[in-house]
């Protein structure tokens, strides 16, 4: 697909505009104050695209609300990484039959990434009528019109068309309270893992133009947002469709200009695709954390071939060497899959072998979930659930005991912090984040939130540091 048609025009975006006027307009000679209630599963992506909806939520007018019973529109912003994932939301589904029960004009709507599937969408035309409104994430940014077409028509509407997808610029954000906030560089994934959905329902890689990034980072920066993530499902892939060899590093060097007291993070890195030159710039800037998620899925290379990752074992601990020659400190974790179809126990043993050599601050760990329509999903899978759960078990062993002993190392030690939430330990009553995103549990007061502040650790457990502000 060319440039121009990867942009979302200025006069679609505006025209999408006007269908935000013409619903706010509509409450208001109702003389109504309309509620909405989006409830976003999965990942930060979608965390992000949550807050899309929201601020358009914004401009129609509706105020938000945390609960669906009182809520006049509901959003389930969803996500279809593994089953569970997906029956949560079923779960959801079934409950908003009483909602509407009780409220006939509520409106319901599904979006996110399971809405993209059409064994999903097909499910929810038949068996979930009380669904009025559902769209996958390439039409986003026509949330507008399509809400707009419910209201008028009073008919279900689905926008779930498999395509390439766009980018559109400016659309309204409402972030979270606070310091942290989320910055999409780039969208779709073109990798197609045999294991993963997500290049089937997030559209092909797409890059935005790095101006537009480089402006949304400062104006955070200006608001005051100390804890800046930049999101895409491969970072490192970052501009190879714009064609004009500009790639991730050069972004991160360019956005570590911008002057103020604030840290730059990244996710998802794929390992085939980063660079030494990652780590230098990382090395050498002065924002951005040193902190890489570096998900590795496997120790094993036949696995990791079925896997359709193209690293093998050894790549990757050779960019993981060089990564913390460069960085010393570096806090480096990763994603792990277990029971991929046909993996034997001697493979998955390769896993807990590589976890205990590279020696991660933390890990995600997933039992494989087979996905229908990826190529996994057709693969013999003989090992049983219980063999599976063992070779997790035995992950989760050495990689707790990992994680608590690195912990253990801070003790004593100073480290700078940013004080970001409170937390429910009247002992320890704030909590924050290292620049390796480690969380510390602090003694300290509220005044202290929003700041970098150096404390003393004083106290470790696998999951967390114990500190007090010095
Ligand atoms: N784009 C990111 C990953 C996004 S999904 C990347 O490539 O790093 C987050 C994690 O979910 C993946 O890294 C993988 O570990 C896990 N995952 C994806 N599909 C899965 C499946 N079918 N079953 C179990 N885990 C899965
Ligand atoms: Fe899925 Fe692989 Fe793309 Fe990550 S890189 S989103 S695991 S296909
Ligand atoms: Fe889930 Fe879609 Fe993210 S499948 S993990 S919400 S990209």
Redesign the pocket.
């Known amino acids: 697909m060319e440039r121009k048609d990867v942009l979302v025009p200025a006069e679609d975006l505006a025209r999408q505009r006007d269908f935000q006027e013409k619903i706010r307009r509509m409450f208001e000679a109702r003389q109504a104050h309309p509620r909405a209630c989006v409830d976003t599963f999965g990942?930060q992506q979608n965390v992000a695209d949550g807050q899309k909806l929201m601020g358009m939520l914004q401009e129609m007018g509706f105020t938000l609300t945390e609960d669906a019973k009182e809520a006049d529109l509901v959003i389930l912003n969803t996500c279809a990484?593994?089953?569970h994932a997906e029956q949560r939301v079923f779960g959801n589904l079934g409950i908003l039959t009483h909602t509407k029960k009780e409220n006939p004009e509520q409106v319901i709507c599904l979006c996110g990434c399971m809405a993209q599937e059409e064994r999903v969408s097909k499910r929810i035309k038949e068996s979930y009528r009380h669904v009025d409104l559902v769209f996958g994430p390439q039409a986003l940014w026509k949330f507008p019109e399509l809400l707009w077409e419910v209201y008028e028509t009073h008919k279900r509407v689905f926008s779930v068309q498999d395509e390439h997808g766009t980018i559109a610029e400016g659309i309204p954000v409402v972030r979270e309270k606070g310091v942290k906030a989320w910055v999409s560089i780039m969208y779709g994934?073109n990798?197609f893992?045999s294991?993963?959905?997500?290049p089937y329902v997030r559209g092909r890689e797409r890059s935005r133009d790095p101006q537009a990034v480089l402006a949304e980072v400062r104006e955070l920066v200006e608001a005051g947002y100390k804890d800046i993530t930049l999101l895409?499902?491969?970072v490192n892939s970052y501009g190879n469709d714009l064609d004009i060899g500009y790639h991730f590093p050069d972004l991160l060097e360019d956005i570590d200009k911008i002057p103020g007291e604030y840290l730059i993070r990244f996710?998802?890195?794929?390992p085939k695709d980063a660079t030494y030159r990652l780590f230098d710039v990382m090395a050498k800037s002065s924002h951005v954390a040193k902190q890489l998620?570096?998900?590795v899925?496997s120790g094993n290379d036949r696995v990791l071939h079925e896997m359709n990752r193209r690293y093998t074992r050894a790549q990757y601990l050779d960019l993981v060497n060089y990564a913390k020659r460069v960085m010393p400190g570096l806090v480096l974790t990763s994603?792990?899959?277990i029971g991929f179809p046909g993996e034997t126990e001697a493979e998955a043993m390769d896993t807990v072998s590589l976890v205990e050599e590279v020696g991660f601050d933390a890990l995600?760990?997933?039992?494989?979930?087979?996905?229908p329509g990826?190529k996994?999903?057709a693969m013999p899978d003989p090992a049983t659930r219980e063999e599976k759960q063992k070779w997790f078990d035995k992950l989760l062993e050495v990689q707790n005991a990992k994680s608590a002993a690195l912990h253990a190392a801070y003790v004593g030690e100073t480290v700078r912090v940013l004080v970001d939430g409170e937390s429910d330990d009247p002992e320890f009553p704030l909590a924050s984040r290292t620049e390796g995103n480690r969380l510390v549990r602090l003694k300290g007061d509220k005044s202290l939130m929003g700041k970098f502040v150096d404390v003393k650790i004083t106290g470790s457990n696998t999951w967390a540091l114990y500190g007090e502000a010095i």
């Open positions: 990942c990484i593994r089953e994934c990798n893992c294991y993963c959905i997500v895409g499902q491969n996710m998802s890195s794929h998620h570096l998900p899925q994603d792990i899959i995600f760990t997933f039992i494989y979930s087979p996905r990826t996994a999903a």
